[in-house]
């Protein structure tokens, strides 16, 4: 049997997008998200459409007891992937939501993983983690968080037989980033971010930008100095 | 939002919202007028609303299938291209296609698309056991061939018209081989085309490309491809579909290249590639029905200021005059293009705005340039006075006049909107123009 997937934020566009990828290839998966009517819907479209096995679980990752969806997960998952995030106007929803919730699950995963005695962790942060920028530097504070946590993570884990990977996105064209005005070469469709995340966990990579052309943007908006950055409005 | 249909023409700022799941269409009820619209395959107008436009493409979920009878439920948004992805390998096909995969079920009940087969099996809708479809007032019905039957036939063709599609229910084909059996025949002129199309008329897929460039004794000089889906003891050892990596167009052509020079040329080079005597090939189903598909983005190949496709339908008695007279008035104004279509249809009864009637249709693209535009007001006065109509996902430009002498059934239509609260809510640019 393929290993099992357990997805984390299961109904966003790029979970999705994930889930019907490791479906055609005949990974069963268990599916976790706040929406029991959309999981159900989306559950039975995998079935329909690769004749795999899948399972939902509803998972709120702010309510107090989150982590506790990896208790009981039958077959057990050996690849978790967590798509935990939003952007909005309310500072400190966005940090718990971008950080502090997919951190506390992601320990408890990693836990997990390495108590069944290995398996691969996969963490989406975001580009706007690698420099706080004005127009959104609480997300980015968070998604800094979580990059860190990731890096720390995988550091703490190196030598086991966990793996964990930080993918950033960069602009991903899904209905959180719906009417913004993105630059098309730099957009990616969520099919790419699927890829980009199968193929990263095939070559053992740590830290995926989906389009490469981020880590050379990021690299140098990273390298600016502060008095010069902080007058650029980017 | 600038959207456009697949002719780049009219090009409008529309305000757009994406519906992540069918129940989120309900809150923007309040805001009509609006109109649904799937991947934007039709040409013009017919899903483009500047006051709201909602973006189907996440109504994507694949809802149940029978394995038995074939019978499959997808929500609206569902592509073409899905389908056959996941069924054509477990020997399942749509009953219909048009000439592309990329568009959405949800078009292909508003359009009411027909295929190379549909002198043989009609058109999409008449392979539709039941639609769901959200009314202006926010309710959900449940309709068929059995089931509110007027409103059934109403969205049939009723380009989005009557209500918002939200899931659709459908018979597929059971397949032995992904692959067909075509030949292509050789016409020399228009009168050896309708031999042709009546000496074919018991295969079960048949096409015709024109040279409507060609005048004199070649005028409508085409090639016709028939085909057959092919059974396993047909097919050459070893054949396996191929999946052939799509190319794309990069940028907007400039005007100056499609011409009449190069696009003369094009014709008669074409022309001429075919052998003289049909040869039997054996096909894979993607080069068969969606040879255009392997170019993605091809619209562009028209320029920034695109084009539009003018498709119409003739009434097979009055057809054959009426579309030599056609014929000869695109070749005489020089203006044809290289992708030109003429096609048989059969006589089978769609929507009450459904296109096909049996007769002869001939499908050609223009640049969008004012002598062009003024060409096809002629061809109009030409269709309307055989009895003949055009096909409202091509069209992005003609009269409200032009829609009435065409399509009887309109008043009838017209009325079951208004019985059913969609009239002025449900409503695209294209009804705005043809006074719908």
Redesign the interface.
Known sequence: MKPVVLLLGATS?MGRAVARAYAAQGHPLHLAARDA??LA??A??LR??SGVDVWTHPFDVLAEDAASIMTGLAPPPSIVICFVGMMGTDPQLIMRTNYTGPAMVLEAAADFLQRQGGGVLVGVSSVAGDRGRAGNYVYGSAKAGLTAYLSGLRARLHGSKVRVVTVKPGFVHT?MT??MDLPKALTAQPDEVARAIMEALEQGRDVVYVRPVWRLIMTIIRLLPEPVFKRLRI | MKLAGWGNFPRMSCRVATLGAADEAQSWLDQPPMIARGLGRSYGDAALQPNLTLLTRRLDHILAFDPVTGLLSCEAGVTLETILDVFLPRGWLPPVSPGTKFVTLGGMVAADVHGKNHHKAGSFGGHVRSLRLMLADGRVVECGPDVEPELFWATIGGMGLTGLILSVSFHLLPVHTAFIRSEVLCAPNLEAAFDAFEASAGWTYTVAWIDCLTGGRNLGRCLLTRGELAEPDELPPGLLPRRKRPKRVPVDLPNWVLNRWSMRAFNTLYYNMAPAKPRPAIMDLDSFFYPLDALLEWNRIYGRNGFTQYQCVLPKPAGREGLRHLLATIQKSGFGSFLAVLKLFGGHAGGCLSFPMEGYTLALDFPVRPPTLALLHELDAIVADHAGRLYLAKDARTTPGMLRKGYPRLVGFQHIRDQWGATGRMQSLLAERLDL
């Open positions: 566009d009517a959309r819907l989306d039975e479209d329909l459409r209905r719906e009417g």
